[in-house]
């Protein structure tokens, strides 16, 4: 037999499209090439190929081979293919049976003594080998990772040596297992001292996936509560953390199996750009955003930021998913995530304080926040002021809030309420979910068009009070939206009052 066929798995996005490794031997002379659209690391496999199977004591043939990756359109790059390249050739040439090749897929990139090195986007791969009810081999070191996907049995391998002879039935190499998932052991919340509004705040936007502006001067704890976040929102599913954790295994930055299950919270720097925050690249990689889906995205300064990388973010808000296209190629990932930002009130940061140590100007304040576009502000529920500490209330002896597990309770209480009525949080509610779960009285609709009128506000920002009204109702434990439930829910839009006020 001159033809043989290995299955294996490409990496576009976070998807794993099949790719069918055909390798065919025929006379003339001795030459080897690859086709199917490989990018560089592909066509050099034929040089890391011919040198782990001599190493491995195989015979390389001396005939022309053809290796062509099916779909020919489908772009291929990497070193994932070389395993199954120098499979296909062993099997070509009778020197391993053809016929286990079937049931198995296999990922790897190999070194030239046949040492089996780990790649990257393993778990999406393993994920579809299990759809296809295809066993996987896989390196060592991508073991932990693609046992994660738990409807695929994943064999590891360190040798191409180690892979042959299980093909050829002489030995039986290991079953991945996963490790135990370790306990998130993030900063507790008992930890912030003071600040009773923001603290409200941020357990009504853990409760319902609502989107949080912190204003206030340096050093007065906006960072601080934010990295609190994470630790209230209720566990990831195994769905939430499996979508979570192949973003992470084909961004490039490595999974780590073991915290697999905590939500991501990510805080890039002010200076970073609108291709590290949406991802990007030659072959597309998930951005910041992506790797904060189905957790937190902290952008601190907001302000200083690069006005072109915000608005980025403003269709990814609404749609929770993010779309890069490059002129050879175009990837999807994922990214429902949650934006917490912090901000001062003005360029000094103490505008409002009461030390009235603020000397900016009304236009320079008026410019600072005029950094900030409208129609990102609207995407952002919640906007609160975090004030400046009295230095009593900053002492080791002061009392201390809730700890992160007490408010946790009530955030997962009101969750399984929201998922029970809708089957989501009320922050990804639809227009007409908005419109059948947060009904008013006559009095309060009033009471909200006044608020609208006053504020200037549009439709997305009602939408959103009424959102967040119906969250805060949920806390209370309450079936219908009350009019302290829709006032506290307005009161929630001082950026709105301030943007009004100039």
């Known amino acids: 037999m001159n033809l043989a066929l290995v299955h294996s798995r490409a990496r576009t996005g976070v998807r794993a499209p099949a790719v069918r490794v055909e390798v065919h031997l025929a006379g003339g002379l001795p030459a080897m090439s690859i086709v199917g659209l490989p990018e560089a690391a592909v066509r050099e496999a034929k040089d890391r190929v011919r040198a782990a199977i001599l190493c491995a004591q195989f015979e390389f043939p001396a005939r022309r081979i053809t290796v062509n990756l099916a779909p020919a359109d489908l772009p291929k790059d990497g070193g994932r293919f070389d395993l199954p390249i120098a499979l296909g050739i062993l099997a070509a ?15 790897g990139e190999l070194g030239l ?13 393993a994920i579809a080998a299990g759809q296809a009810q295809r066993r996987l081999i896989v390196p060592a070191g991508n073991g932990a990772e693609a046992a994660l996907a738990s409807d695929v049995e994943v064999r590891t391998a360190r040798t191409l040596l180690e892979v042959c002879a299980q093909l050829a039935g002489r030995k039986s190499l290991p079953t991945a297992v996963a490790p135990a998932a370790e306990r998130p052991s993030g900063p507790d ?3 912030v001292r003071g600040q009773p509004h923001a603290r409200r705040a941020l357990e009504i936007a853990a409760a319902g996936a609502h989107h949080l502006l912190l204003i206030g001067p340096p050093g007065c704890g906006k960072t601080l509560l934010a990295s609190r976040l994470p630790g209230l929102l209720p566990e990831a599913s195994d769905d939430e953390a499996l979508e979570a954790a192949a973003i992470a295994s084909v961004s490039g930055r490595g999974l780590d199996p073991a915290r697999w299950r905590e939500r991501p919270f990510r805080s890039p720097h002010h200076t970073a750009s609108a291709v590290a925050l949406v991802g990007g690249g030659a072959q597309p990689r998930p951005g910041e955003i992506s790797l904060a889906h189905h957790g937190v995205l902290f952008l601190d300064e907001l302000p200083e930021w690069d006005r072109r990388a915000l608005e980025v973010l ?8 993010v779309t890069v296209s490059r002129a050879a190629r175009s990837a999807e990932f994922p990214a429902r995530f949650q934006l917490v930002a912090a901000m001062n009130p003005c360029p000094c940061g103490w505008a409002g ?7 900016c100007s009304g236009d320079a304040i008026q410019r600072y926040r005029g950094r900030i576009s409208g129609p ?5 529920d919640l906007h609160i002021e975090v004030p400046r500490l009295p230095p009593s209330e900053l002492r080791p002896d002061a009392l201390a809030g809730e700890s992160t597990g007490t408010v946790r309770a009530r955030v997962v209480e009101a969750r399984r309420r929201q998922h029970a009525r809708a089957g989501t949080a009320n922050a990804n509610l639809s227009q007409a979910g908005t419109v059948s779960t947060c009904r008013l009285t006559d009095a309060d609709h009033a009471l909200l068009e006044r608020a609208v009128d006053a504020l200037q506000l549009s439709a997305r920002s009602m939408h959103r009070i009424l959102r967040v009204a119906r969250t805060i109702a949920d806390l209370d434990g309450a079936d219908d939206i009350g009019t302290a439930h829709l006032s506290e829910a307005i009161g929630y839009r001082s950026a709105d009052r301030g943007a009004r006020s100039r």
């Open 314 to 321: 403003r269709e990814p808000l609404e749609s929770g998913v």
């Open 353 to 359: 304080d009461s030390s009235g140590r603020c000397r």
């Open 189 to 191: 919340l008992s930890d």
């Open 93 to 107: 040439s009778g020197q391993i049976p053809l016929e286990p090749l079937a049931e198995f897929e296999f990922l």
């Open 376 to 380: 990102l502000l609207d995407r952002i």
């Open 113 to 125: 003594t046949g040492e089996l090195r780990a790649v990257d986007g393993a778990l999406p791969a």
